[in-house]
Structures are given as structure tokens and as C-alpha cells.
């Protein structure tokens, strides 16, 4: 089973500053099943990026996501003050079929 | 719009039972696999289950294996979890969530949320 480790655990910027968040996996995992995630207090989460890459509907292209193999990273070019919430990366594995996200990532205001 | 609407929740004594439901609106409910996910208060998220878009295949996170048992009616665009021998552990929010693949097997992630219901295991 793939493990999906994040870092840092807290990131703590400014609005406008730039966040880089860091997803590694224990294996090697395909960049179509990668995906990231945010998730505000007392909401569900809200699909960011999938395919490692590729932004989902209406989401701003102040996210961005990149890597390959066991190392991603989801970019936030410049914060604006509702970015400041949780980031979970998640993973597929098709045999069988198993879904497994990251500890999680907050990005609180310094 | 898509919309996931959760029920059922509540409180449970440890060993009991409870049927969560998710109905859904503004897609082809028939024709998209669906999800269950949770989260323990304060934690991370954890998949649960998934089952295709007919029904005809059903998969389970191993902590809920042969305890829980998800389901669909498709003329009732409505997704179902029986969860039986509930535990402490169990305690969370329960999301149903969509798969984006339609009439495949899945694409790998959640591209739609429900908000949630809350299930309290607990003496």
C-alpha cells in the first residue's frame, strides 16, 4: 500500500506571498492519479488539481500542480486571504482499487 | 449543478447499526461511479468505498471490510452505506462523494462533495 507523506505540516505566509507544498509517495504512483485537494473549516473539500497537473473547473490558475513519480508539489503563486485553509494530496492504486490521501498540508496566516 | 445532499447521521452505541443515504442531482446519477469518504473529528480524510456507476462492483477500505456495505438505487438517484458493528473508531463526518468517470471504472478522484453527516459512536 502506497503511503502519501506532506510537508511541511503548517506553512505560515503572508497574503500574496507564494506557498509551496510538498506531497511524496512510499512508491511510485501514476501522474493521472494524483490529485489535490483544499478544505476550509466546517466545509468539504473542494477538488483543486487532478492528473498531477490539471486544474478543475473554475479553479484559479494561481494553482498549480506539478512532479512525477514519488515527488509532487501544488503551488499557490500568490495568496490571496481565502487560500488559507487545508491541502491534502490523494492517490489511486487501480488493483484493487484503493484511495489514499496525505496527512494534510494548513496553510495558516502569519 | 451537481449537488450531494447527505442523511442519517447521528448517534449510535458501539455494536449498533445506521444507513446513511446521499441523494444526488444535476447528473446522470446512473452513470457515474460514487464514493464514500470520512473524517474523524479533527483528522485527515480516509476513503471508505467506492461502487461503479451500475452497481456491479463495490470496493472497501480494509478497516470497514465486511462491516459496511455501499449501494445504489439508480431510479432513485440515491447512494446508500449500511454500516453495521459500529465502533468508536467509526466516529466522523460521512461525505459521499462523485467519480468523474462516466461509465468507466474510476478516474481516481473526487470531483464533487456532499457537506457531510455526522455519525457519533458512542455509549
Known amino acids: 500500500e502506497i503511503v502519501l507523506t506532506q510537508s511541511p505540516g503548517t506553512l505560515s505566509l503572508s497574503p500574496g506571498e507564494r506557498a509551496t507544498l510538498s506531497c511524496r509517495a512510499s512508491?511510485?504512483?501514476?501522474?493521472?492519479?494524483l490529485a489535490w485537494y483544499q478544505q476550509k473549516p466546517g466545509q468539504a473539500p473542494r477538488l483543486l488539481i487532478y492528473g498531477a497537473s490539471s486544474r478543475a473547473t473554475g479553479i484559479p490558475d494561481r494553482f498549480s500542480g506539478s512532479g512525477s513519480g514519488t515527488d509532487f508539489t501544488l503551488t499557490i503563486s500568490r495568496l490571496e486571504p481565502e487560500d488559507f485553509a487545508v491541502y491534502y494530496c490523494?492517490?489511486?492504486?487501480?488493483?484493487?482499487?484503493?484511495?489514499?490521501f496525505g496527512p494534510g498540508t494548513k496553510v495558516d496566516i502569519k | 449543478q451537481v449537488q450531494l445532499v447527505e442523511s442519517g447521521g447521528g448517534v449510535v452505541q458501539p455494536g449498533g447499526s445506521l444507513r446513511l443515504s446521499c441523494a444526488a442531482s444535476g447528473f446522470t446519477f446512473s452513470s457515474y461511479g460514487m464514493h464514500w469518504v470520512r473524517q474523524a473529528p479533527g483528522k485527515g480524510l480516509e476513503w471508505v468505498a467506492f461502487?461503479?456507476?451500475?452497481?456491479?462492483?463495490?470496493y472497501y477500505a480494509d478497516s470497514v471490510k465486511g462491516r459496511f456495505t455501499i449501494s445504489r438505487d439508480n431510479s432513485k438517484n440515491t447512494l446508500y452505506l449500511q454500516m453495521n458493528s459500529l465502533r468508536a473508531e467509526d466516529t466522523a463526518v460521512y461525505y459521499c462523494?462523485?467519480?468523474?468517470?462516466?461509465?468507466?471504472?474510476?478516474?481516481?478522484?473526487?470531483?464533487?462533495w456532499g457537506q457531510g453527516t455526522l455519525v457519533t459512536v458512542s455509549s
Open positions: 490523494q492517490q489511486y492504486g487501480s488493483s484493487p482499487p484503493l484511495f489514499t
Open positions: 461502487i461503479r456507476y451500475d452497481g456491479s462492483n463495490k
Open positions: 462523494a462523485k467519480d468523474p468517470a462516466r461509465i468507466r471504472y474510476s478516474m481516481g478522484y473526487f470531483d464533487y
Open positions: 512508491q511510485s504512483v501514476s501522474s493521472s492519479y
